[in-house]
């Protein structure tokens, strides 16, 4: 064979095999690569204390608060998240409560995540404090103030929660066994779990209301950020971030989240970013 022959067969056959590693990388659909790439820039978007209307669907409340829709940003951002809520706000009592300060019908508005793709969680029904509450009524009444939300929860979306996040992250091994060994894992700021897989608490909630004292300076939005940068210099590329479902922390996540975008990560469900963060430090 001429070298110019040799030359063409061995451009033919690089052309080849370069082709097949390329095609599946264009043809995958957003949201599901995922899998794929164990190791990639991931985050879980997720939001505690819900469901409220107005702050989910931008409706204004009798008390004049108002927010742009959460439900609207995410949808434009094709991004999805996992809402952990209050099953007390999923009952028909709930309803006239949630119309007076919330601006609409909570389980309507928990309908609507679920239709536009976002996880639905348990938050706990009462949401009250575990300490507490085991001390007021016992082990037992908690753990049937959980499986009270999954029931509600279920209701709406037709799947038990797997996921349980426990108010104010209050938690202590005796009891996390026993609410794993009824089927969930249970969410945790604490540093005996791998940071991949730990929460990371964006402290919307002091730069909510009245009393801004607390609320991290220069701004949320800022800290955020800066814990997410601290996390990758120690080689976490992968983040569970914890907001709650107030108006300032839509505000915060119109720009965070095109932030994030733009530095190449992507927004899924907890239960596709539990799968792809499995052994991740
Ligand atoms: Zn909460």
Redesign the pocket.
């Known amino acids: 064979m001429s070298p110019i022959i040799t030359l063409c067969v061995l451009l033919i056959a690089l052309l080849a095999t370069a082709r097949p590693t390329k095609a599946p990388l264009t043809s995958v659909e957003p949201g599901t690569r995922a899998n794929a790439v164990p190791g990639g820039k991931l985050i879980a978007l997720t939001f505690?204390?819900g469901p409220k209307p107005y702050v989910l669907l931008g409706t204004r409340t009798e008390n004049g608060v108002s927010s742009q829709s959460l439900l609207n940003l995410l949808d434009r951002q094709q991004a999805k998240a996992t809402f952990?809520v209050?099953g007390w706000r999923l009952s028909k009592n709930a309803d006239a409560k949630c119309r007076k300060d919330d601006g609409g019908v909570c389980r309507e508005a928990a309908a609507e995540e679920h239709r536009r793709g976002h996880e639905i969680e348990n938050?706990t029904y009462g949401?009250g404090d575990f300490r507490v509450m085991v001390k007021r009524y016992g082990e037992e009444w908690v753990l049937n103030d959980i499986d009270k939300a999954s029931t509600i929860i279920q209701s709406i979306t037709g799947v038990k929660p797997s996921y349980l996040?426990p108010?104010?992250w209050t938690i202590w091994p005796e009891l996390q066994k026993k609410i794993e060994a009824r089927g969930y894992q249970v969410m945790t700021k604490s540093a005996a779990v791998p940071p991949a897989l730990r929460d990371v608490d964006s402290e919307d909630y002091f730069c909510a209301g009245r009393n801004l004292s607390k609320c991290p300076k220069p701004s949320d939005y800022d800290y955020v950020l800066r814990t997410i940068a601290q996390r990758e210099r120690q080689g976490v590329n992968q983040h569970i971030l914890v907001f709650?479902e107030l108006p300032p922390s839509v505000e915060l996540l119109s720009r965070l989240i095109p932030e994030l975008k733009k530095r190449a990560y992507r927004f899924v469900l907890l239960r596709t970013y539990m799968e792809a963060a499995k052994g991740q430090p």
């Open positions: 505690d204390d952990f209050m938050h949401h996040r108010p104010d709650h």
